[in-house]
């Protein structure tokens, strides 16, 4: 086993999409061990304490009227209409990657193992060494246009900081309404709607003192990471799907292992958009955005090596850990298949908890049936007793269930 390292910086990021065409940053055998830097893409919702002084982050984040660092942001057009930029934010988290696996093919699947995960450091002289993050209550939350309280609607972001001790926990700091945001090209951004804008924070009024006594349990996770879709060279971070991608479920975290169907050649796996903690739904749009680094082991099981594991039949992603597998299901399958050539934009038009329910339970259903050989019958009985459904997010555009099952409940296992 070679243990290696892939660092956060401008070279090795790419922003708010998966794509087959990016070439590989690291290529590594199966067995083989990478720790992987990532930073949140909402770092500029207080510059001051999640960028400043640090060397990477801000040549990241490096945006004046002269030079952009990182100009394609999305998965959308070079030059498309709304000026927003390359990209234009049809996708948002930061990935760092791709890793590629040595001979990974079509058909295979990727095992993930998360060994570790810890927060990146505030590099500020103000605040070096503690760690911070932020909650939006954004415009694709499910609140949006549920408020009781005025301003109606309204976007409100919180700025928590995040304690290791143990039991590491997170507290709110203090919050502000989102006003409207001059980038460097000119564009005024009345909502959140496009990833890196710097908030000036000479335009906002922070409220203290805002959740005063509450400290949240630390729930430190990846949000989004999985490998490269074959459907498309450039794919939305947004919705999740087939490959994995803005699953948010805050159960893959350390000691959990993830199951991805290879796509495409070396199956190009990136990861992203880092949680301090996050409750499922992850109701108002985000979690707690922070940046972390992972601890990965990648394992390759090859197709022929598949059946009689928890692997066979598997096309969509699975999650083990000690205790539980889950399997995620999503409003559309696989939308990149399934909703014809403009499927990136009509995904946005079908959300439904409805669908992902039904699709979580036909895949808890197979798993069930091919990997624990029980009858139809005999699966539908022991769903209804002993798994439980969830709904991971209601934010991502492709919605998401999960359904989990117990290992205790197979006596053998």
């Known amino acids: 086993m070679t243990h290696h390292t892939l660092p956060a910086t401008a070279d090795t990021v790419h922003w708010g999409y998966f794509s087959k065409t990016l070439e590989p940053q690291l290529t590594i055998k199966s067995g083989d061990r990478v720790t992987i830097e990532t930073i949140t893409h909402h770092a500029n919702d207080d510059h001051a304490r999640m960028i400043a002084g640090d060397t990477a982050a801000e040549e990241i984040f490096l945006w004046t009227a002269e030079e952009k660092t990182i100009k394609r942001r999305g998965a959308g057009p070079e030059d498309g209409p709304y000026q927003h930029g390359s990209g234009e934010g049809l996708g948002v988290h930061l990935l760092t990657g791709p890793v590629a ?20 450091p505030s590099a500020s002289t103000a605040y070096e060494g503690r760690f911070f993050g932020s909650n ?9 246009n549920d408020y009781l309280e005025e301003p109606k609607p309204r976007e409100v972001v919180t700025i928590y900081e995040l304690d290791m001790s143990e039991p590491p926990t997170v507290s709110a700091l203090y919050s502000y309404l989102w006003t409207p ?24 009024t922070k409220k203290e003192g805002v959740l005063s006594g509450v400290k949240v349990p630390a729930r430190l996770h990846f949000g989004t990471m999985g490998v490269a879709p074959a459907e498309a060279d450039f794919v939305s971070t947004i919705p999740p799907s087939y490959t994995g991608g803005n699953m948010d479920d805050w159960r893959i975290a350390k000691g959990a292992r993830m199951f991805y169907p290879v796509a495409v050649q070396g ?9 301090a903690s996050q409750g499922d739904s992850e109701l108002s749009g985000t979690a707690i955005e922070i940046s972390l680094t992972g601890e990965f082991e990648f394992i390759l099981h090859k197709k022929a090596d598949l059946p009689g594991t928890v692997m066979e039949g598997l096309d969509h992603p699975l999650l083990e850990n000690d205790d539980i597998w889950s399997v995620y299901g999503f409003s559309v399958t696989n939308y990149l298949a399934e909703l014809g050539p403009d499927s990136q934009s009509e995904i946005l038009k079908s959300s439904s908890l409805d669908n992902a329910m039904r699709d979580a339970f036909r895949k808890l259903r197979r798993f ?24 991971t997010q209601v934010v991502d555009a492709n919605w998401g269930v999960h359904g989990s099952l117990r290992k205790s409940v197979f006596k053998c296992y």
Request: net charge negative; proline share 7%.
């Open 181 to 204: 945001q001059t980038d460097p090209d000119g564009i005024v951004h009345p909502t959140i709607d496009y990833p890196g804008v710097r908030v000036d924070h000479n335009t906002i």
């Open 136 to 144: 939006p209550s954004a415009n694709w939350g499910f609140q949006y």
């Open 368 to 391: 069930l049936m091919t990997v624990h050989g029980l009858t139809e019958d005999e699966a539908i009985s022991l769903m209804s007793v002993a798994a439980d459904f969830g709904i």
């Open 101 to 120: 696996i040595e001979g990974a093919e079509p058909g295979d699947v990727l095992e993930v193992r998360i060994i570790d995960a810890y927060p990146r």
């Open 267 to 275: 199956a190009l796996f990136s990861v992203g958009d880092a949680h």
